[in-house]
């Protein structure tokens, strides 16, 4: 099925260090998500976006949905342990509002 | 709790036999959806139902796949014949009307199929 360029694949950093990862898609979306999903547990939403160029915090997140309505991205800032998981773009497709479409995840590791 | 629940957790099927996912949404969300997540992977979207009306079944990979939400609540995904390919993590998620961007997971099944 249809899923999202999300980069990087992976990142390794050290505690307290910044972290920058982002999506692209060949298609419109009218919404952008951020998801952070741990080991045996389900999607979690962090951020969701709903105009373009909006750019919306959540504590040491921040996410913006691209001017094109075509990429976002996701910052994390002063990284904690705590982070560790992997994150996940969706986007719902502006031609069916209800089903997102995915990226293949960004699993991130975070050394104390 | 206030969260959306699966059951079971795990499930381990022998190739050919019928299984049965039940979804728990949260109270009041209209929307429900069920994924698919293939190790490695994002979810896949399967299906969505609006109360009890399912409105979008385009994912559902085959015709063993059939899901259900017959009052409006819970909702049951049924694989029939189950083949070693359906083996992943089935996610159900809800939201509130308007919102369906905003979903709400489940922690999932996994299914293993022998």
């Known amino acids: 099925g249809q899923q999202l360029n999300q980069s990087p694949q992976s990142m390794f950093i050290q505690e307290g260090e910044d972290v920058s990862m982002n999506c692209t898609s060949s298609?419109?979306?009218?919404?952008w998500l951020w998801y952070k999903q741990d080991p045996g547990e389900g999607p979690v939403l962090l951020i969701a976006l709903y105009k373009a160029g909006e750019l919306t915090s959540n504590g040491r997140l921040t996410a913006q949905f691209g001017i094109t309505r075509k990429d976002s991205f996701l910052n994390i800032s002063a990284s904690i342990p705590s982070d560790v998981g992997i994150y996940f773009c969706?986007?719902?497709?502006?031609?069916?509002?209800?089903?997102?479409?995915w990226g293949l995840g960004t699993s991130l590791a975070v050394n104390p | 709790g206030a969260g959306v629940s699966q059951s079971p957790r795990y499930k381990v099927a022998k190739r050919g036999q019928d299984v049965a996912l039940r979804c728990d949404p949260i109270?009041?969300?209209?929307?429900l959806f069920w994924y698919q997540q293939a190790l490695g992977q994002g979810p896949e979207f399967l299906t969505y139902?609006?109360?009890?009306?399912?409105?979008?079944k385009s994912g559902l990979p085959s015709d063993r796949f059939f899901a259900e939400r017959p009052e409006g609540s819970v909702s049951t995904l049924k694989i029939q014949r189950t083949q070693q390919e359906d083996s992943a993590v089935y996610l159900c998620?809800?939201?509130?009307?308007?919102?369906?961007?905003?979903?709400?997971f489940g922690p999932g099944t996994r299914l293993t199929v022998t």
């Open positions: 298609s419109i979306f009218n919404t």
């Open positions: 109270s009041g969300h209209v929307s």
């Open positions: 969706a986007g719902q497709d502006a031609g069916n509002n209800r089903k997102l479409i």
């Open positions: 139902f609006q109360n009890e009306a399912q409105l979008d």
């Open positions: 998620a809800s939201s509130l009307e308007g919102r369906h961007g905003e979903q709400y």
